[in-house]
Structures are given as C-alpha cells and as structure tokens.
C-alpha cells in the first residue's frame, strides 16, 4: 500500500483561516449535538448542570473528533503522530503525569488561599462515604469535558498554527481564544481571564510534553477535579460537595473570590510554576 503523500506547505493565512474553520465548525456541531440530545432523550433536565454538561460533552466529542477526521486527517493530511495521539503506548502514563501536574498547582493555589488569604473550610452536611462518591462522580462529568476543550484549543488549529509560525506563537494565540471562551462564566473577572489564558499556556506546554494529547487532558481534568473536590468554584462554576464548604476569603485580586481560586493571584503562581514544569518536560522529549 502507498503512503498518504504529506500536505503540501501552508501559508500563514490558510493555516489561519482552516483553524478558524475547525473552530467555528467543531462549535456549531457541538451546539446542534448538544441540542438534538436535550430534544430528543428522554429524561433531560435543561435546569440540570449536570445533565447540560454531559451533553455538550458529547456533542463536543462528536462534532470536534467528526471535524479532526474529516479535515484535520483527511483533508490536510494531518497524521495522528502530528496531532499528537500517537503512540498509544504513552497515552496512560501522559494522562496519569498529566493529572499530577495539575492537581499540584491546583493543591498548591487552595493551599496558598488558606496560608495567605484568610480561606477556610467550614464543616457541611454529609459524609465521608458522601464526599468521596460525589468526588468521584464530579471528577467523572469533568473529564469528557476537559477532553472536548483540549480538542478544541490543542487540536487542529494549534497543530497548523505552530507548523507555520512555531509553537509559542501558536500557543498564546489559541490561549487567548481559550480565555474569550470563559468571558460569559459565573462572576468573571479580569485577572480570571488572564488566569485562564496562562493555563492555556500551560496546558499547551502539556500538549507538547510525552503523552500529547492525553498529557494535556490529564492536567486539565487534574486542575479541574482538585478545585472541585476542595469544594471551590472552577471557573466560576460551583460543584457543591458535600461535608465540606470552601470559604475563599480575600481579598478578591488574591484568592479569587467566588469565581474560584482562578480568579486571584493564587491560581497565577501554581500555574506559572506548573507551565514551568511541562516546558521543562517537553523540552527534555524534543532534545531525547
């Protein structure tokens, strides 16, 4: 059998322009999935976050993993080795240090929100039996989520973009974007948003560590699970857990409020400390 013949050279403008196409087209799939799933299964509770949740996580899942195949793959000739899913052998190991790297800026954010910034945790109903079944239950609705963004943001338009303007540039680019997708949650800020485009930063590091892909999922759903399970709000999105209630002190610019840790500087150092860990990481693989 002949080998695909490689995609012949981008210009800067195409490769913008078809990562704008994946975008815009992974979306609209993921919204019209999303929608056709609250029509049409039986059982759906619109007023549900979880129920909403699982839903656009599987129509994220189709509509970006459709729009990989299909133009990533098929139409610009993009191999699995340069989107970063191969080798498999990898993705366990990549997934489970990627949870590590996550969940310890995380930890280390909460923790510096109790040292410094007058945090705490009051005691709530339920127990431990509860609290580690709704941990586990929680951390389980994030992952397909975590899964849909780092297609979104670490996928074809990433790939292409750093194929023509390098991997930095590519990087704060989609990071930015990454950043403008949370500008509608729960009590946003400023320093939030500019906290969430370094963990795109971070999470693009990831992506270029070993494991790929599953690296970058890992310490996704590692940042988002920690700050769950401490019962503070991700992303300004509240994940109630019982037996504990995270209070987050203050001042807002250093603990974040209740748009969660990210919203402070607390969130700024983990993340800027985690970003140096995968970098450093990733630039071992490329020099191996």
């Known amino acids: 059998m002949s080998e695909v013949p490689p995609a012949p050279p981008l210009s800067g403008a195409r490769a913008v322009g078809w990562a704008v196409v994946y975008l815009a087209t992974g979306f609209v799939l993921m919204l019209v999935f999303a929608g056709l799933g609250v029509r049409?299964?039986?059982?759906?509770?619109?007023?549900?976050?979880?129920?909403?949740?699982?839903?656009?996580?599987?129509?994220?899942?189709?509509?970006?993993g459709g729009v990989t195949w299909a133009l990533g793959v098929r139409g610009l000739k993009l191999s699995l080795g340069e989107l970063r899913y191969l080798p498999l052998a990898g993705a366990a190991p990549g997934f489970g240090l990627g949870l590590l790297l996550g969940a310890a800026p995380a930890a280390f954010a909460i923790g510096l929100s109790l040292a410094a910034g007058g945090a705490s945790f009051q005691p709530d109903a339920g127990s431990t039996g509860d609290y580690l079944r709704s941990v586990a239950f929680t951390t389980l609705l994030l992952a397909p989520a975590a899964l849909v963004e780092e297609l979104m943001f670490r996928g074809v338009g990433q790939v292409l973009l750093a194929r023509v303007f390098g991997r930095v540039p590519a990087?704060?680019?989609?990071?930015?974007?990454?950043?403008?997708?949370?500008?509608?949650?729960?009590?946003?800020?400023?320093?939030?948003?500019?906290?969430?485009?370094?963990a795109g930063v971070f999470l693009g590091a990831a992506f270029y560590a070993p494991g790929g892909i599953w690296t970058a999922w890992g310490a996704h759903l590692g940042w988002n699970a920690t700050l769950a399970a401490m019962d503070a709000p991700v992303s300004g999105l509240p994940f109630p857990i019982p037996l504990i209630?995270?209070?987050?002190?203050?001042?807002?610019?250093?603990?974040g409020g209740t748009f969660g840790p990210e919203g402070g500087l607390v969130a700024t150092a983990g993340i800027v400390l985690a970003t140096a860990a995968a970098w450093r990481w990733g630039r071992k693989e490329q020099l191996a």
């Open 40 to 64: 049409f299964i039986p059982g759906v509770d619109r007023s549900n976050m979880a129920h909403l949740i699982l839903l656009q996580s599987a129509g994220g899942l189709l509509g970006f």
């Open 171 to 198: 990087v704060l680019a989609l990071s930015g974007v990454f950043a403008l997708a949370h500008v509608l949650n729960p009590n946003s800020t400023a320093l939030g948003l500019v906290n969430i485009a370094l």
């Open 245 to 255: 209630d995270y209070q987050p002190g203050g001042p807002l610019w250093l603990t």
